[in-house]
Nanobody, 115 residues
Framework: QVQLVESGGGLVQPGGSLKLSCAAS????????MAWYRQAPGKQRELVAT???????NYADSVKGRFTISRDNAKNTVYLQMNSLKPEDTAVYYC?????????WGQGTQVTVSS
């Protein structure tokens, strides 16, 4: 079965850094576009960053210059390095794997930015 397991979430102070990991199993990882989404309380789920099989990266305007998405195909893992964190970054972060018609999601991990 397909499984996306996230780790690295937690509490961090404003201006701090956090690195999320998402380990995938049950898929041919290297052909999938990987992405991170987030959902804050009372808000729609929004796309944060994507990385294609060709390592092309895209970011939401709100995180450009602060977040970096990367992948290690040998480890079947995608990462999200988050720097200069702001309180408005507080959300549940979800890992996504897509190779249409396939679309898989992780369970989400909480990131809280607060002093």
């Amino acid at each position: 079965q397909v499984q996306l397991v996230e780790s690295g979430g937690g509490l961090v102070q404003p201006g701090g850094s956090l690195k999320l990991s998402c380990a995938a199993s049950g898929i041919i990882f290297g052909i999938y576009t990987m992405a991170w989404y987030r959902q804050a309380p009372g808000k729609q789920r929004e796309l944060v960053a994507t990385i294609t099989s060709g390592i092309t990266q895209n970011y939401a305007d709100s995180v450009k210059g602060r977040f970096t998405i990367s992948r290690d195909n040998a480890k079947n893992t995608v990462y999200l390095q988050m720097n200069s964190l702001k309180p408005e970054d507080t959300a549940v972060y979800y890992c996504n794997a897509q190779f249409l018609p396939h679309d898989f999601w992780g369970q989400g991990t909480q990131v809280t930015v607060s002093s």
